[in-house]
């Protein structure tokens, strides 16, 4: 085999090595995503994100992360 095949080879095999290797990272990533629920999204079965309160409905369904007055205020003049 030609030192050129060789080398194409190698670098063919780095490529998908590295590409495994990438997607193992992105499910960490994107399962750490999901270890919280953002703002205005549904927190029944998991907890809010950066201290967000999870404010249900008298019959404790329909769970949302709601942001406070003086939070949204804080982040509107962060901006």
């Not at 270890?35 to 927190?43: L, T």
């Not at 369904?61 to 205020?73: D, E, L, M, S």
Request: with cysteine; charged share 25%.
């Amino acid at each position: 085999m030609s030192p050129k095949v060789q080398v194409l080879l190698l670098i063919v095999g780095l490529i998908m090595f590295l590409a495994v290797h990438a997607e193992e990272e992105f499910g960490e990533i994107e399962e750490s995503e999901r270890s919280c629920a953002e703002a205005y999204k549904s927190c029944d079965s998991i907890p809010c994100c950066d201290n967000i309160a999870c404010i249900c409905n008298p019959m404790r369904t329909n769970c949302k992360c709601k942001k406070g007055v003086f939070r949204i205020i804080g982040d509107w003049i962060g901006k």
